[in-house]
């Protein structure tokens, strides 16, 4: 953060309040853009009609998602941070669900993805945070040095689209995601590992009622071996997000 201040001539909390969403003058915005090397788009909207246009650009689905992990991450004793900025030159995002454990000094960093419209942009987002994330977290959270064990999981929907993509570039998803879901499943069950990294694969079925009735026999999320023979729980995005509802 420090070093994109200095690059942008701006002050660091100045770029802590935008990494936060808050807003910023233009002159803010352009001198970002140039130390990051992006070009400035700006886009005039009537604030009468921002909420409405808004709501209809939620994604129910990912939200779902992101809730049933941390849901039960916090329930378990870890603490959870969702939607994490992170800044590293120019590499810039935010991590959909974060759990943290103290007492081992471990991290699990959770991206969320409903469909998989572009493999080589969801994978390279998922890398840059693989990288770049665990040391700004570590520093941001006071801990000393690097992670003991850093976890990283890109969880897929349980659905028709994403099984069909994971079963047509199993390759693809077995090179950017070569571990078993061994670390993600010990985090789930409360025990995170203490030592190496990892980053895996899983789908997960979102609904809330697994948990609470007598669909909780029912695994909640598989990693990538078990889904190749898995039945789909949701044809695809519309019917997940209909019976989320």
Known sequence: MRFLAERAGISSGAVALVEAGRPASVATYARLATALNLRLDLELTD?????????????LVHAAMGEVEAKHLRSIGFEIDLDSPY?????????????????????LHIENRTRFP???DAFG??????????????ERHGMR????????????LWSAEVLHTLRIRTASFHSVCPDPPDAFAA????????HGRASTFV??????????????????????????????RYRGYAEAANALR
């Open 47 to 59: 604030p009468r009609r921002r909420n409405a246009s808004s709501s209809r650009d939620i994604d």
């Open 87 to 107: 800044q590293h030159y120019q590499f810039a995002g935010r991590a959909d669900v974060v759990a943290i454990d103290r007492v081992r000094s471990a991290l």
């Open 118 to 120: 572009d493999l080589q």
């Open 125 to 138: 987002s998922y890398n840059a945070k693989r990288a770049y994330l665990g040391p700004e977290l570590a």
């Open 145 to 156: 040095g690097a992670w003991s064990s850093e976890t990283h999981v890109m969880v897929g």
């Open 187 to 194: 985090w789930w069950a409360g025990q995170p590992p203490e």
């Open 203 to 232: 789908i997960l079925d979102p609904d809330p009622q697994l948990a609470t009735s007598g669909r909780s026999r029912r695994r909640r999320f598989v990693g990538i071996a078990d889904a190749m023979g898995t039945d789909p």
